[in-house]
């Protein structure tokens, strides 16, 4: 039974209860405290649900394997955004060599019937993006991470950063052309849609 | 600010990467350029577009599902983890595990199943991938089919062939799929059936499991089977929803299909061959 305040012991100390004394209390902490930004990433990233669980698993299964060589160099949760990165860099390049699952095919006809909604154009819109651009927007914008915590995760300069979201943004600029234009002007509308 | 700053600089100001003094030409810039002034609103526009998507959570069902995955196997699992062999063969097996069994039909002549049952969707508490075979002798107990108890039998993904049994002879008349509209559409039929090449003599087929196939796929079996007394056909299409853990099923599609029809065992054939079709869901 985890004991209660442990909940707000700072992930490298959890880290260190787990590769030292192999307390799986402190895993599943930090799995419980970093499941969703893990998820969300991956989901934006990934553009759907099977792939996101996929990411999701994967991350947490390299944490579990790999934690005893995690450096404490940059913090867990940076350490976290990279493997997450690299599990979506994985499994979109495997993608784009695998057709739509069938599940999702139906997904998608179903958005199709609900394209009236913003956030599905603005979705379909992020998902147009490249995987790099699509990482680093969404970090920025969805995640508010800086362009150093971005580098730090990505593993490339800070210059690339800068210049993948200013494009990302451009691109996605044109793709929404009007939409963005309709949602600047109603701010509330998405909120209330999503 | 004599030169006018690029789409990456204005991208970075609306970021507030950008330190003063230098944001503070740029504001200036920007009352005093039409041009960059619009850049910087369509730039704008887009990040308040995508401020409007919300970070997606995991559900109760990913979460278990993940915590399943790394929390509750490490005994079990430092054994899984540390054999790269039985990793790599349960990933084999992820990839096909194929059962072939030859069919002798009961009777020469198979009468057209008068009752058929289609049901999608029903949830079925069922073993993981390591273990396919107990959740497929179960099936039974699930569909009220009798199957008989032939082995699994496993293959690697790719072309392979097997011997079905000889050609069953008798009525191809039309089953009476009275829940048709429940069958699976075509393309889901499609894509969960692996393709089936018959041949010319009707009792040799060339199945290859494709490699488009959606999911891993852990398990496809064909076997023997009666439904209503009359001879039936089993398939059974297992995969899982996971390409990181394979070892998980997720769903699990039971057919019995009329072996009269089973010349072509794909797509919209495999719908209309079918006396009995269940889906199942890892509950």
């Known amino acids: 039974m985890q004991e209660p305040d442990r909940d707000q012991d700072p992930d490298d100390v959890l880290v260190r209860a787990f590769v030292g004394q192999g307390d799986k209390d402190a895993l599943e902490i930090l799995l419980l405290r970093h499941e969703r930004q893990v998820y969300g990433l991956a989901y934006r990233v990934l553009g759907n649900k099977a792939d996101a669980e996929d ?140 | 600010m004599n030169e006018h700053p690029g789409q990456e600089q204005i991208s970075a100001f609306i970021d507030g990467e950008i330190a003063a003094p230098e944001s503070d030409q740029l504001k200036s810039h920007f009352e005093s350029c039409a041009g960059c002034a619009a850049m910087k609103s369509s730039l704008e ?28 196997r490490p005994a079990k699992g430092r054994f899984f983890l540390a054999r790269p062999a039985f990793a790599g063969g349960l990933a084999l097996l992820a990839l096909a595990a194929i059962a072939v069994v030859s069919l002798r039909p009961e009777q020469n002549k198979v009468a057209s ?34 199957f008989t108890t032939d082995d699994i039998g496993t293959k690697q993904e790719g072309a392979y062939s097997a011997a079905l049994g000889p050609s069953e002879a008798g009525s191809s008349g039309s089953s009476d799929l009275s829940h048709k509209e429940k069958a699976p559409s075509k393309s ?30 852990i398990a496809l079996v064909i076997r023997p089977a009666t439904y209503n007394n009359q001879p039936a056909r089993l398939l059974v299409y297992a995969w899982t929803a996971s390409q990181t853990t394979n070892a998980r099923l997720d769903h699990i599609q039971v057919w019995l299909v009329d072996p009269a029809k089973c010349a072509e065992l794909a797509g919209d054939n495999l719908v209309n061959a079918a006396y009995h079709y269940s889906s199942f869901k890892r509950t």
């Open chain 2, 188 to 217: 889901t039929a499609q894509n969960a059936a692996p393709s089936m090449d018959s041949q010319s003599n009707g009792t040799t087929c060339s199945r290859k499991i494709l490699k488009t196939q959606p999911y891993p796929m």
């Open chain 2, 45 to 72: 526009r887009a990040s308040l577009a995508l401020r409007a998507l919300d970070l997606p959570e995991p559900t109760a069902d990913q979460h278990r599902a993940l915590r399943q995955a790394i929390l509750d």
């Open chain 1, 55 to 194: 990411a999701m698993q994967e991350v947490f299964l390299n944490v579990f394997r790999r934690v005893r060589t995690f450096k404490h160099d940059s913090t867990f949760k940076t350490w976290l955004h990279r493997l997450t990165v690299n599990a979506c860099y994985d499994l979109g390049r495997k993608k784009a060599r695998t057709p739509i699952p069938v599940e999702e095919v139906a997904t998608q006809s179903a958005n199709r019937i609900r394209s009236l909604d913003t956030t599905i154009v603005i979705e379909d819109a992020l998902n147009q993006l490249s995987l790099d651009h699509r990482v680093a927007v969404t970090m920025r914008h969805l995640l508010d991470m800086t362009y150093e915590e971005i580098s730090a995760a990505t593993g490339v300069p800070v210059g690339t950063v800068k210049s993948r979201i200013a494009r990302g943004r451009a691109a996605l600029g044109e793709i929404l052309g009007p939409q963005a234009e309709e949602q600047r002007s109603e701010p509330g509308r998405l909120r209330e849609q999503s």
């Open chain 2, 113 to 146: 199943p008068t009752t058929s049952r289609l049901v999608a969707g029903e949830s079925f508490d069922f073993a993981d991938g390591s273990d396919v075979r107990s959740t497929v002798s179960r099936l039974p107990e699930v569909t009220g089919a009798q």
